[in-house]
């Protein structure tokens, strides 16, 4: 079993940056595919980015392509989202997930969820 913890989040200006962070426990995340996702008001839940056990392998949304960086430091058991040129349609909650070690982006494949970090961004 894993646990997965979101920081990071808050209230930031359009055009801003923000880094959330995904702090696993319970056992290492180093074998496993890790996503983020986020969710707002009234919308399903949806997928934002991926990255491989290894970090070769990184998938994005078209929506936050160019924008959005996904990354991992194994050694610290977590992974990181860094977010720039920020959007108000980037505002929603935002969820750490974990997958099996196959690289998957699909939301029915992650097994471990975080409880989501809000990110606000104004215009």
């Known amino acids: 079993q894993v646990q997965l913890v979101e920081s990071g989040g808050g209230l930031v200006q359009a055009g801003g940056s923000l880094t959330l962070s995904c702090a696993a426990s319970g056992r290492t995340i180093s074998r496993n595919t890790m996503g983020w996702f986020r969710q707002a008001p009234g919308k399903e839940r949806e997928f934002v980015a991926a990255m491989s056990w290894s970090g070769a392998s990184t998938y994005y949304a078209l929506s936050v392509k160019g924008r959005f960086t996904i990354s991992r430091d194994n050694t610290k058991n977590t992974v990181y989202l860094q977010m720039n040129s920020l959007k108000p349609e980037d505002t929603a909650a935002y969820y750490c997930?974990?997958?099996?070690?196959?690289?998957?982006?699909?939301?029915?494949?992650?097994?471990?969820w975080g409880q989501g970090t809000q990110v606000t961004v104004s215009s």
């Open positions: 997930a974990a997958a099996g070690i196959t690289f998957v982006v699909r939301r029915n494949d992650y097994a471990y």
